[in-house]
T-cell receptor
């Protein structure tokens, strides 16, 4: 079965610090896509960053970057210079061969002033 | 410009009632989805339609019936509502057939509360 595991239910850091959210997944497929979504208190679901499994280069999007380790099936999200507006639930997900998203349980991130 | 819009945002109703949630996307996407997010924030896919055809139908009570009049709309009708149906329901859309890279775009969610 394909699964996504986010081992940190909740994290909190001070504003301006760097924080890393972990994600591991299990799949027998070789070609897939990985995503991090953010859900702030407003409840919207916002795409943060995405990564193609066949690309070795880690994706970067402004203050957000990933550490993709394909052999280890690990896809962690690093947020640099964290801001109060980064407070949200963060979901890791990947697409299977049917383009269906397989979701992790989420990590609640709190940025403290 | 709202990309994926779902209405209503909040729905409070009595057990046993029938209700519908509407979803529309103006992105020109081929595929639309319904998710249920429970109180623990876990997202579970319920249905997926591609060009008005059902392609994913997870184990969902048959009280839930999706309807796709055209590829820009995917409505969710729920009969005989139960307490356990209380959740946030998200609609999403994506351009399928492009290798899965295209992300799903989500609506703002509908919070359904059953009294």
């Amino acid at each position: 079965a394909q699964t996504v595991t986010q081992s940190q239910p909740e994290m909190s850091v001070q504003e301006a610090e760097t924080v890393t959210l972990s994600c591991t997944y299990d799949t027998s497929e070789n070609n897939y896509y990985l995503f991090w979504y953010k859900q702030p208190p407003s409840r919207q679901m916002i795409l943060v960053i995405r990564q193609e499994a066949y690309k070795q280069q880690n994706a970067t999007e402004n203050r957000f970057s990933v550490n993709f380790q394909k052999a280890a099936k690990s896809f962690s999200l690093k947020i640099s210079d964290s801001q109060l507006g980064d407070t949200a639930m963060y979901f890791c997900a990947f697409t299977d061969s049917n383009y269906q998203l397989i979701w992790g349980a989420g990590t609640k991130l709190i940025i403290k002033p | 410009d709202t990309a994926v819009s779902q209405t209503p945002k909040y729905l409070v109703t009595q057990m046993g009632n029938d209700k519908s949630i509407k979803c529309e996307q103006n992105l020109g996407h081929d595929t639309m989805y319904w998710y249920k997010q429970d109180s623990k924030k876990f997202l579970k896919i319920m249905f997926s339609y591609n060009n008005k055809e059902l392609i994913i139908n997870e184990t969902v009570p048959n009280r839930f019936s999706p309807k796709s009049p055209d590829k820009a709309h995917l409505n969710l009708h729920i009969n005989s509502l139960e307490l356990g149906d209380s959740a946030v329901y998200f609609c999403a859309s994506s351009q399928a057939g492009t290798g899965g890279l295209q992300p799903q775009h989500f609506g703002d969610g509908t919070r359904l509360s059953i009294l």
